[in-house]
């Protein structure tokens, strides 16, 4: 099954771009969703199906592909993007859904 | 307006089989392409899916998982039943239920979790 490999951490100061990548074979070919998490709350989606973001969430929050790796970039980083974001596709092969490690965004 | 909320034990003793109830309303399970997955996080840890069922009454589950897990509709309409046997302290975690509306979809709206902690 997909196995995807994120960063443990980043950190931005405020007004800078972050950039959270998301590693995985063949992940170029998949649909890529993005989730941010805030300490005590659930998940929410702010990009998916590679760079869609939903109402609500701000432009600010892109996201990317390139060969092996997907990005999840926000601009002009606010100290309330500071969570922890995790990268999911489909893995087909199996039929369910795999998650990222997660990575910490710091907001310096 | 789609919420999804888990209801169950907040503590489990180990060996025994942990039953969670997700209760949702905004949406129909029946409608093609509807989908409805628990997903935990132990403390500290990332995001682990367990199973999903969808509009056609299908079942799916985490393969290193799947000879603990059933999925099931509820007996009302807009409720989802996972059980897990054999719980373990390693299964201490939160528990959601997510909704996805179409295979390969993103999950949409999540439940605000239940946390579970299993005694030994």
């Known amino acids: 099954s997909s196995v995807l490999t994120q960063p443990p951490s980043v950190s931005v100061a405020p007004g800078q771009t972050a950039r959270i990548t998301c590693g995985g074979n063949?992940?170029?070919?998949?649909?890529v969703h993005w989730y941010q998490q805030k300490p005590g709350q659930a998940p929410v989606v702010v990009v998916y199906?590679?760079?869609d973001r939903p109402s609500g969430i701000p432009e600010r929050f892109s996201g990317s592909h390139s060969g092996d790796t997907a990005t999840l970039t926000i601009s002009r980083v606010e100290a309330g993007d500071e969570a922890d974001y995790y990268c999911?596709?489909?893995?087909?092969?199996?039929?369910?859904?795999?998650f990222g490690g997660g990575t910490k965004l710091t907001v310096l | 307006q789609v919420t999804l909320r888990e209801s169950g034990p907040a503590l489990v003793k180990s060996t025994h089989t942990l039953t969670l109830t997700c209760t949702f309303s905004g949406f129909s399970l029946s409608a093609t392409g509807m989908c409805v997955s628990w997903i935990r996080q132990p403390p500290g840890k990332a995001l682990e899916w367990l199973a999903r069922?969808?509009?056609?009454?299908?079942?799916y589950y985490n393969t290193s998982l799947k000879t603990r897990l059933t999925i099931s509709k509820g007996t009302s309409k807009n409720q989802v039943v996972l059980t897990m046997t054999n719980m373990d302290p390693v299964d201490t975690a939160t528990y959601y239920c997510?909704?996805?509306w179409g295979i390969g979809g993103s999950f949409d709206f999540w439940g605000q979790g239940t946390m579970v902690t299993v005694s030994s």
């Open positions: 999911q596709v489909w893995d087909f092969i199996s039929d369910h859904p795999v």
């Open positions: 997510a909704r996805i």
């Open positions: 199906d590679d760079s």
């Open positions: 063949n992940i170029g070919s998949k649909s």
């Open positions: 069922i969808d509009w056609e009454d299908d079942k």
